[in-house]
């Protein structure tokens, strides 16, 4: 048995058309660009993050999978031949995002070895006035939204809503959603990066031509009828106390909000990811402690036993149920 221990992994930061800045906040190292995108946590080809603490600094989290993963990923958590369940990251959207769904684990035309895509955003910060794009108006159907696509209106089709800090979103696959400009947002999805584009507002991406669009896959994927998509206005909970925040079949956040000591344990059955969305305080474990602040992630393995959180903290916390 290797020593557990939390890890905080080195986030693969990522371009994007429409990001910015805001993530410096955290006081993390962007490197030039428009920076939509930290991979806080990542078990994917498109970004690995690599362990930056103790004594398993520099291995990749593929790396910490193939050596310790039943042990650290718990028996629900680990999966035979499988990555890392889940996907960590956290967005600025410092530009509105396209009009995006993304499939379930069973459409047929996945890419080879890829997962769908259920995600669950919480909102870190948000500008006055800022909104977001989450489901279709009541009544549109597959010919009604084909229409608007093919006729250039499909905002018509689409629901808007105000967000502010502390909003809870759960995005199951076939939701049509997109994120919109002014908002900072941690996302705990499926770990996936397959994205059908239904609308792109015709703007130039990063290399000047438009980005492709993913029509006949939109229509394909999208809910008509719903997925269970929910939101949730998060306050008022006690401190030390857990609110249940997404429920899915691949994840469970909760928000806990730290103002004492705190004893807290993992289960053989799962990790444990512990994102800081506010604050500052203490990680302890048997055998370590270390300082936490808002924007860190932490990926407990579910071999660490008890642990301990104090000070003045917003942390959500996410399990494999
Ligand atoms: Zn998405």
Redesign the pocket.
């Known amino acids: 048995m290797t020593q557990a221990y939390p890890l905080q992994f080195k986030p693969e930061m990522k371009e994007r058309i429409w990001g910015g800045r805001a993530l410096e906040q955290f006081g993390l190292e962007l490197p030039d660009g428009a920076i939509g995108e930290g991979w806080m946590i990542g078990d994917h080809p498109n970004g690995t993050t690599k362990v930056m603490n103790g004594s398993l600094a520099g291995l990749g989290l593929d790396e910490i999978r193939e050596r310790y993963g039943r042990e650290f990923f718990g028996t629900k958590g680990y999966v035979e031949n499988g990555r890392f369940p889940l996907l960590i990251k956290l967005l600025d959207c410092n530009d509105d ?1 396209s009009i ?3 499939p379930t684990d069973s459409y047929e035309k996945l890419p080879k070895g890829e997962l769908g ?1 259920t ?1 669950m955003w919480y909102i870190l910060a948000a500008e006055p006035g800022a909104k977001i794009i989450y489901g279709l108006k009541e009544g549109v159907d597959r010919p009604a939204l084909a229409a608007a696509i093919e006729e250039g209106r499909v905002m018509d089709c689409l629901q808007e809503v105000p967000v502010e800090a502390g909003d809870a979103f759960y ?1 199951p696959a076939g939701t049509v ?3 919109c400009a002014g908002v900072v947002v941690a ?1 705990i ?1 499926q770990n996936s990066d397959t ?1 059908y584009r239904v609308f792109d507002y015709n703007r130039p991406g990063l290399d000047g031509k438009l980005r492709e669009l993913h029509v006949e896959d939109s229509l394909n994927v999208t809910a008509y009828e719903g997925a269970g998509a929910s939101r949730m206005k998060t306050d008022g909970i006690g401190g030390n106390e857990w609110l249940a925040i997404a429920e899915s079949p691949y994840f469970i956040v909760e928000k806990g909000l730290v103002r004492a000591p705190w004893k807290l344990t993992t289960t053989t059955e799962s990790f444990v990811i512990l994102v800081i969305a506010e604050g500052s305080g203490t990680l302890s474990w048997d055998g370590g402690k270390q300082d936490v602040k808002a924007g860190e992630c932490f990926l407990l393995p579910a071999s660490l036993g008890g642990y301990e959180l104090d000070g003045h903290l917003t942390v959500l916390r996410s399990v494999t149920p």
């Open positions: 995002l995006q769904v993304h895509k995600e995005i959603h997109a994120l996302e999805q994205t």
